[in-house]
């Protein structure tokens, strides 16, 4: 692993920005102090966030290819397609007013966790790095719903349905088009976005279309 960061740290240095100095008139007239700091700050912020996503990218093959970076969205170049890992919990509330989280464990024995809030899991589940989305059999509510977590090491954004799961993965993409890898079946879900004048669709494709 360290071997992979240190690799993965010298082939992603010259995407790093630098941070505005305190001798370069970042503005045209002069340097405010306060402007100066809240640039660094903000360039910072995005440094982390870039080269942590970069990182993980390097890390795992199949997130690596095709990856470029415009604004603060990674996407796919033409012909790779965004490749998403998919695992299942359950999530309930106990008496007490905490969230109860289930999954099952390889040997397919039940393990649980418990949490004061939903931002505390949330939390939780950002930090697992070889899965980025949850389907989620969500039993707070009667009946139960399934809802879906897509997750980064920065932030994990919910999902009520399945069609705005795929928004939210077809909007990291450039042409709408993704891969769901699903860890518990092993299975790979092609999903081509259908694009009309008053409707916006998705279809499950064959790998050859997708590509």
């Not at 340097?31 to 942590?52: E, G, K, M």
Request: a negative charge; glycine letters at 4%.
């Amino acid at each position: 692993m360290s071997h992979a960061l240190s690799s993965a740290t010298s082939c992603l240095a010259p995407f790093w920005k630098s941070e505005p100095s305190k001798t370069v008139h970042t503005f045209s007239k002069q340097s405010d102090p306060l402007q100066l700091a809240t640039t660094q700050s903000a360039t910072r912020a995005l440094n982390h966030h870039y080269f942590s996503s970069l990182i993980k990218a390097y890390i795992n093959p199949g997130m690596r290819a095709g990856l470029t970076h415009s604004k603060d969205t990674f996407w796919e170049t033409q012909g790779e397609i965004l490749r998403a890992t998919l695992s299942r919990g359950i999530l309930d509330r106990q008496p007490n007013g905490t969230l109860r989280w289930k999954v099952h464990n390889s040997s397919g024995s039940p393990e649980y966790r418990i949490f004061n809030d939903e931002a505390r899991l949330d939390d939780y589940l950002s930090q697992n790095e070889l899965i980025d989305i949850w389907e989620i059999d969500d039993k707070r509510a009667s009946p139960p719903k399934t809802i879906y977590k897509c997750c980064d090491p920065d932030e994990t954004v919910t999902c009520k349905s399945q069609d705005e799961l795929y928004h939210e993965l077809a909007y990291s993409t450039n042409h709408g088009v993704f891969c769901i890898h699903d860890l518990d079946t092993h299975d790979e879900r092609y999903i081509c976005q259908q694009k009309g004048w008053l409707h916006t669709g998705f279809e499950e494709v064959t790998v050859e279309k997708a590509q």
